[in-house]
């Protein structure tokens, strides 16, 4: 069946097969199928068929044509997924500079965010403190100050302790277990860490 098929229509044929053996391999393996479309059209479709003889010169530059075609489209193929590749991991850059950016402008909210939490504490321990070291103050109003003392000194602790565990998670790169919850104990323990606050 193969043999009695038209010159142009099998020439196309291979093309078709060697440029669908570049698009999905490397370019040994499509150079390869280059030069074995190239042995079998001379063999199976140039007269004198059956050899590797050329008759005429018209044949010698078809066949010639489908070797060329072939290894350009080989290297055309090798060439788009080469670039491909490229931008593949451009973009793998690119997604990892906008992942060090959101991080860092996290960092800097943290920052942000830590200093003013513990503006608050320091300036109410600083006022207690020299509170304190009046002369004559009454007990009543000591102990109200001892108390600002220790309730700003646990609020301390808690920033600190917070702070701790969001360094771990980030050096352990611990995970989030996601549970059901009932919305009261939510409320209950947000009550909790802003006790001092309320």
Do not use: Y
């Not at 280059?34 to 079998?40: G, R, T």
């Not at 066949?63 to 490229?86: D, N, P």
């Not at 050096?171 to 802003?194: D, G």
Request: charged fraction near 20%; charge should be negative.
């Amino acid at each position: 069946m193969i043999l009695e098929m038209n010159e142009t229509t099998a020439a196309l044929l291979l093309l078709l097969v060697v440029l669908a053996v570049a698009a999905v391999s490397n370019r040994g393996v499509a150079i390869a199928a280059s030069l074995i479309a190239f042995a079998s059209f001379n063999f199976f479709f140039l007269p004198p068929v059956g050899t590797f003889a050329i008759a005429n010169r018209d044949d010698l530059i078809a066949l010639f044509v489908l070797l060329a075609v072939g290894l350009i489209g080989s290297h055309l193929s090798h060439l788009a997924r080469r670039r491909a590749q490229e931008a593949i991991a451009l973009a793998q850059q690119r997604n990892d500079a906008e992942i060090a950016r959101k991080s860092a402008e996290a960092r800097s909210a943290l920052v942000a965010s830590l200093s003013h939490d513990l503006k608050t504490p320091l300036t109410a321990l600083t006022v207690a403190a020299g509170n304190l070291g009046i002369d004559g103050l009454a007990d009543a109003e000591r102990r109200e100050q001892m108390h600002i003392v220790q309730t700003e000194l646990a609020r301390l602790q808690r920033l600190f302790d917070n702070v701790t565990d969001m360094a771990s998670v980030e050096t352990q790169a611990m995970s989030a277990e996601k549970e059901w919850v009932p919305a009261k104990e939510i409320v209950s323990a947000a009550r909790h860490h802003t006790e001092t606050a309320l």
